[in-house]
């Protein structure tokens, strides 16, 4: 991933993060803060506060977070037919 993508990634997961959509995501996908968090590879707390808003997502983990979020939004498409 060069420097442009990475930054488009990030700008991805702080605008899914502050609008609430990441949390959608997440509940769609019906994964846990705990099971995300472990594929992110961050503490559940860290997760918890990104999606209350409390911190916002930062360096490999919020590119890992980004990306994670996307397939998941992908996925969840593709099984209800519905997009979120």
Same mark, same amino acid.
Request: net charge positive; proline share 1%; aromatic share 4%.
């Given at each position: ?21 990441? &949390?959608?995501? %997440?509940? /769609? $996908?019906? #994964?846990?803060? =705990? !099971? ?18 409390? &911190?916002?997502? %930062?360096? /490999? $983990?919020? #590119?890992?977070? =980004? !990306? ?17």
């Amino acid at each position: 991933m060069n420097e442009l993508q990475a930054a488009e990634r990030l700008v991805s997961a702080r605008y899914l993060v502050a609008s609430g959509e990441a &949390r959608r995501i %997440r509940h /769609a $996908a019906d #994964l846990s803060l =705990a !099971e995300m968090s472990r594929v992110v590879g961050v503490d559940l707390s860290t997760v918890g506060r990104w999606e209350r808003r409390e &911190r916002v997502p %930062r360096g /490999a $983990a919020a #590119l890992k977070y =980004a !990306e994670l979020l996307e397939r998941l939004r992908e996925l969840t498409v593709g099984i209800g037919g519905v997009a979120l």
